[in-house]
């Protein structure tokens, strides 16, 4: 691999008693699109937070794009982008005074209606945000995730709770980011076989596995990759949502 874009090192972070990520080492491409799969609790949001810099590991080192995120913090902002899984934004904003706010953040940003269409809330414009569905918020914050052309972008829980139609448009969307590198935190196989380069199994937080789709079906001889999951880490994660 060479230079890589995200570099993590032996990342350790606790909560109290709870060790919620544990010697985490993730080195990912430039362009490269990487899977965070695991189930509720296996650590996934903690490691994305500790990549961004959201919060600070016990143990170990992280560099994107050869920054420190804690330290350098504002060249970092603009270089990754970040879509958590709940975005606190002003309710009382539209749509469209939302993404102009953000747009002048960034010396180049997106075109807005680029963005809109992105993620198909062109309709939405003049809405204001606590007025939007809870899916239309969600794709609301993948477009100011994507707002000032970041190099490096995490998107948590991408299409979770998105119904079809919009979770192909933000599939599509995903696609379309060429040079981008993108570290994806998902629960779901199809996304995660359709969107991602290599994939990283996470449980208990540590990762269990790392490899292409194709190498983790392999390694197991399952037929895929929901099955290697389940070799893999002895979980079921269908059957855990739907419990
Ligand atoms: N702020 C916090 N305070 C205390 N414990 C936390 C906190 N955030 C996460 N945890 C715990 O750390 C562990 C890992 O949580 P994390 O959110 O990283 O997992 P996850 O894989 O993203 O889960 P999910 O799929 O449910 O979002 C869990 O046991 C969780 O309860």
């Not at 975005?87 to 747009?103: K, M, N, S």
């Amino acid at each position: 691999m060479n230079e890589p874009v995200i570099c993590a090192e032996h990342l350790s972070k606790r909560y109290g008693d709870v060790v919620a990520v544990d010697d985490v080492s993730l080195r990912v491409a430039a362009g490269e699109v990487l899977g965070l799969l695991g189930a509720n609790g296996a650590g996934k949001t903690t490691t994305v937070e500790l990549i961004a810099g959201l919060r600070t590991p016990d143990r170990g080192r992280v560099t994107v794009a050869g920054l420190d995120p804690r330290r350098d913090r504002a060249a970092l902002r603009q270089v990754l982008g970040v879509q958590l899984q709940q975005a606190q934004l002003h309710h009382a904003l539209t749509v469209a005074e939302l993404v102009g706010l953000y747009r002048s953040f960034y010396p180049d940003p997106r075109p807005a209606a680029e963005l809109l269409d992105l993620v198909g809330l062109v309709d939405r414009r003049r809405t204001r945000f606590e007025k939007l569905s809870g899916g239309q918020q969600q794709r609301l914050s993948i477009a100011l995730a994507l707002v000032g052309r970041p190099r490096v972008v995490i998107l948590d829980e991408l299409t979770t709770g998105l119904d079809p139609h919009a979770r192909r448009r933000v599939w599509a969307g995903v696609e379309a980011l060429r040079d981008e590198t993108v570290v994806l935190v998902s629960h779901a196989m199809d996304e995660v076989e359709r969107l991602c380069d290599r994939v990283a199994l996470l449980d208990g937080g540590r990762i269990v596995a790392l490899g292409t789709p194709a190498e983790l079906v392999a390694r197991t001889g399952t037929a895929d990759l929901e099955e290697a999951f389940v070799a893999l880490t002895g979980r079921d994660l269908g059957r855990e949502a739907a419990a």
